[in-house]
T-cell receptor, first 115, second 112 residues
Framework: DAMVIQNPRYQVTQFGKPVTLSCSQTLNHNVMYWYQQKSSQAPKLLFH???????NEADTPDNFQSRRPNTSFCFLDIRSPGLGDAAMYLC??????????????FGPGTRLTVL | ELKVEQNPLFLSMQEGKNYTIYCNYS?????LYWYRQDPGKSLESLFV?????AVKQEGRLMASLDTKARLSTLHITAAVHDLSATYFC????????????FGTGTRLKVLA
């Protein structure tokens, strides 16, 4: 089945210790997204790629970086995690079309704990 | 400012009752999506609404879209406990940015 996969599902890191979250997709979608979701809140878009074109949200902290080495993979790097970065991180994809269905498909998420 | 507002934010209802969740948005869009999220889980796509007047139904849930009023509704018929979850609407910004604006979410609890 075509899907969006995230690894790891749970990540524990120490304050200030860099961490990388990964996402892969078998849907061959053009667009990949990273969202941060804290408890009882809507997902907050951090950045997205249309193919290799990177789009950063204005309020995404510099502490967050992303890489998309190819169509299938996307990575979220948190350079110096703080306690406030503890959250669920969701990867999503979409076809990236101007017409018709363009819903997002979400991965299972990575729960990040910062000690 | 682009806004997507849902109401109510919290909904506690008895099994067997009907209720409607509302999603109001401030931008021009003719594509709207509904997602379900169970506690600790990711988002699951429920409905894709692509045009004014679109209506989709799946089981006890029915979603509709009125693009002129910038309003979508998610109607629950004869609620059951398994529908307990958080429901999000999301508006597709059809400006070529391939971004979505999520609503605030409605946390639904169906009491047995």
């Amino acid at each position: 089945d075509a899907m969006v996969i995230q690894n790891p599902r749970y990540q524990v890191t120490q304050f200030g210790k860099p961490v990388t979250l990964s996402c892969s997709q078998t849907l061959n979608h053009n667009v990949m997204y990273w969202y941060q979701q804290k408890s009882s809140q809507a997902p907050k878009l951090l950045f997205h790629y249309y193919d290799k074109d990177f789009n950063n949200e204005a309020d995404t902290p510099d502490n967050f970086q992303s890489r998309r080495p190819n169509t299938s993979f996307c990575f979220l790097d948190i350079r110096s995690p703080g306690l406030g970065d503890a959250a669920m991180y969701l990867c999503a994809t979409s076809r990236g079309t101007g017409q018709g269905r363009n819903e997002q498909f979400f991965g299972p998420g990575t729960r990040l704990t910062v000690l | 400012e682009l806004k997507v507002e849902q109401n109510p934010l919290f909904l506690s209802m008895q099994e067997g009752k009907n209720y409607t969740i509302y999603c109001n948005y401030s931008t021009t869009s003719d594509r709207l999506y509904w997602y379900r999220q169970d506690p600790g889980k990711s988002l699951e796509s429920l409905f894709v609404l692509l045009s004014n007047g679109a209506v989709k139904q799946e089981g006890r849930l029915m979603a509709s879209l009125d693009t002129k009023a910038r309003l979508s509704t998610l109607h629950i018929t004869a609620a059951v406990h398994d529908l307990s979850a958080t429901y999000f609407c999301a508006v597709d910004l059809t400006s070529g940015t391939y971004k979505y604006i999520f609503g605030t979410g409605t946390r639904l609890k169906v009491l047995a």
